[in-house]
């Protein structure tokens, strides 16, 4: 393999390094590169408008998950600004690598100047288009900011997708025309690093596990367990997430259930307390609707656990049939009816069985793909 270091853009992951998301997708290219050739981390410096090496003490507290507050901002990024080595044009030019989405028009400019050079090998990974299809989850303006970031992927010449929708949507949505040299690299499940599980009829919980705002259905997950409460069902609901601030209907519905015996809200909680929770799972449920990717349901399964899933979950949509029962439309009817189905012992041995046949993509199988693309791009 060529000697060339890549250089791989985490720009948003220095300034902002919580573990969910893209963020945890840069963490596990880092943690499982395991090919020869080395791989650079680098941010792009406004300031100076140009590309800077990462120093070994922020990729530490990067990777460590040191997040920002009020009480603890990222005190040391001012002197990593400040002295940063820069990475010289020649150098980026030749193997350049994004893994990001950005709203920064300069940094976007940035790109569009080196891909200008026709010798120039530029790379992105591409996630989805949420933004730009399903404006309103999101804070308005987002699809406008986010045009820089659209006008220099166009420019780009090498781009990956996570899945086969997003490519399918780039192709019918963003390009509109074919494209016929993107490669699908669909993301891994393993992160959580729990062992197969195994069913047993003692197991009642059904857990949601994600984060908590309005495109991810968790309301009807909610009415829905109220609905089967009322009618006498005894499955325990668990649901696990941070809560996005623009959620004002999941929130009244937890505190409503703050005294319920069968539900517990755990909030963001660590990988060690959602293990011990999913060893007891009976089911997972993931049934939002309008999705970029969907990890979750991909964790779920690679645990042997089935999931009650929407019908257009690009994750699940790219795996064969087998492990998870899918739903529509996604009311607190159909979910009910899901989990009352699951809730027969030989209905759940049957997804069960089916969801340890599974083969789902690790994340050092994901990094060895992409390592393979990105030297042959």
């Known amino acids: 393999m060529p000697s060339t270091p890549i250089y791989m853009d985490i720009t948003e992951l220095v300034k902002n390094p919580v573990r969910t998301g893209i963020q945890r997708v840069e963490r596990e290219i880092i943690n499982n590169w395991s090919v020869s050739t080395p791989l650079v981390p680098c941010a792009y410096h406004g300031g100076r ?4 090496e990462v120093t070994p003490p922020v990729l530490k507290a990067t990777m460590d998950g040191a997040e920002i507050t009020e009480d ?3 005190t040391y990024l001012t002197t990593f600004w400040e002295t940063a080595p820069c990475i010289t044009e020649e150098k980026i030019e030749k193997n350049l690598f994004n893994p990001e989405v950005f709203f920064d028009n300069l940094r976007a400019q940035k ?5 200008n050079n026709d010798n120039a090998k530029i790379k992105w990974l591409v996630y989805d288009f949420m933004p730009f299809l399903f404006p309103a989850h999101y804070p308005v303006g987002s699809s406008l ?3 820089p970031y659209l006008h ?5 010449p090498h781009l990956s997708f996570i899945s086969q929708q997003t ?3 780039f192709e019918t949505k963003i390009r509109k025309s074919p494209y016929k040299d993107g490669v699908v690299l669909q993301l891994g499940g393993d992160s959580l690093q729990l062992k197969t599980q195994k069913f047993s009829p003692c197991k009642q919980n059904f857990v949601y596990f994600g984060t908590i705002e309005p495109r991810k259905n968790v309301r009807h997950i909610l009415n829905a367990f109220m609905n089967i409460w009322k009618g006498g069902g005894n499955a325990e609901l668990f649901i696990i997430g941070r809560i996005d601030v623009r959620t004002q209907e999941e929130v009244a519905l937890i505190n409503q259930l703050q005294n319920e015996p069968r539900f517990h809200y755990l909030g963001h909680t660590t990988d060690d307390v959602l293990r011990n929770v999913l060893r007891k799972a009976r089911a997972t449920i993931f049934v939002s609707t309008e999705e970029g990717f ?3 349901p991909l964790e779920s399964l690679a645990a042997g656990i089935p999931v009650i ?3 257009t979950l690009p994750s699940l949509n790219d795996l064969p049939d087998g492990g998870f029962l899918k739903i529509d439309p996604i009311t607190p009817d159909t979910i009910a009816e899901a989990v009352k189905f699951l809730s027969v012992d030989s209905n759940a041995a049957r997804l069960w069985d089916e969801a340890a046949q599974q083969t789902i993509p690790t994340w050092r199988n994901f990094t060895s793909r992409l390592s393979d693309w990105l030297h042959a791009a």
């Open 49 to 52: 408008n140009e590309f800077v």
């Open 72 to 74: 603890s901002p990222l």
């Open 111 to 115: 790109y569009i100047n080196v891909a």
């Open 145 to 147: 900011n986010c045009m």
């Open 152 to 156: 220099a992927m166009r420019r780009v």
């Open 167 to 169: 490519h399918r949507d």
């Open 294 to 296: 969907g990890i979750p």
């Open 309 to 311: 899933a929407s019908n």
